[in-house]
T-cell receptor, first 112, second 111 residues
Framework: NAGVTQTPKFQVLKTGQSMTLQCAQDMNHEYMSWYRQDPGMGLRLIHY???????DQGEVPNGYNVSRSTTEDFPLRLLSAAPSQTSVYFCASNRRRNTEAFFGQGTRLTVV | TQLLEQSPQFLSIQEGENLTVYCNSS?????LQWYRQEPGEGPVLLVTVVTGGEVKKLKRLTFQFGDARKDSSLHITAAQPGDTGLYLC???????????FGAGTRLAVHP
């Protein structure tokens, strides 16, 4: 079982560049979300989706876009990378709200 | 300001000691989840507590949900080096479909 797959695992960007972090799940989960993890801050919610075609903002949405065209995929786009976006990014999926969140292995992003 | 406040932030103990970590909020949660995260990995669910006053046991780990459903605790008996990791609590405040995490307690258990 693949579960939640994130790519790439590591990425270095220059300030101002754009990129897309990929996330795919094969569990037919309705709920998907993106978090960033910084030292001492835990996981902070960026964007989330309760189903295909529906997305909403989390705690720290600025500088990020998402879309959910299929149940399986939930890509996160950085529009113009800034050093403050250096972080570890995790994608998660849940069967439904308040059930277990399954996480990918994370993407470590450095913006220089 | 964190909606879910976890304490302590760091804990370093010897093998065999007992410990308790806390997750507190001013908001009411319909349920709270506890996760453990190891370096380089995503968090993995340990338990979900749903009912106010509920106590759940998972081997040497005991989880409690406060009567008012605003706080939770995790107690580990006779800690082992394999318990080392980051312990995170999470919940959906107000039923807004958002799973919010606390900042975590980083536990180190030394042989």
């Amino acid at each position: 079982n693949a579960g939640v797959t994130q790519t790439p695992k590591f990425q270095v960007l220059k300030t101002g560049q754009s990129m897309t972090l990929q996330c795919a799940q094969d569990m037919n989960h309705e709920y998907m979300s993106w978090y960033r993890q910084d030292p001492g801050m835990g996981l902070r919610l960026i964007h989330y989706s309760v189903g295909a075609g529906i997305t909403d903002q989390g705690e720290v949405p600025n500088g990020y876009n998402v879309s959910r065209s299929t149940t399986e995929d939930f890509p996160l786009r950085l529009l113009s990378a800034a050093p403050s976006q250096t972080s570890v990014y995790f994608c998660a999926s849940n069967r439904r709200r308040n059930t277990e969140a399954f996480f990918g292995q994370g993407t470590r992003l450095t913006v220089v | 300001t964190q909606l879910l406040e976890q304490s302590p932030q760091f804990l370093s103990i010897q093998e065999g000691e007992n410990l308790t970590v806390y997750c507190n909020s001013s908001s009411v949660f319909s349920s709270l989840q506890w996760y453990r995260q190891e370096p380089g990995e995503g968090p993995v669910l340990l338990v979900t507590v749903v009912t106010g006053g509920e106590v759940k046991k998972l081997k040497r780990l005991t989880f409690q949900f406060g009567d008012a459903r605003k706080d939770s605790s995790l107690h580990i008996t006779a800690a082992q080096p394999g318990d080392t990791g980051l312990y995170l609590c999470a919940g959906d405040p107000g039923g807004y479909n958002k799973l919010i995490f606390g900042a975590g307690t980083r536990l180190a258990v030394h042989p």
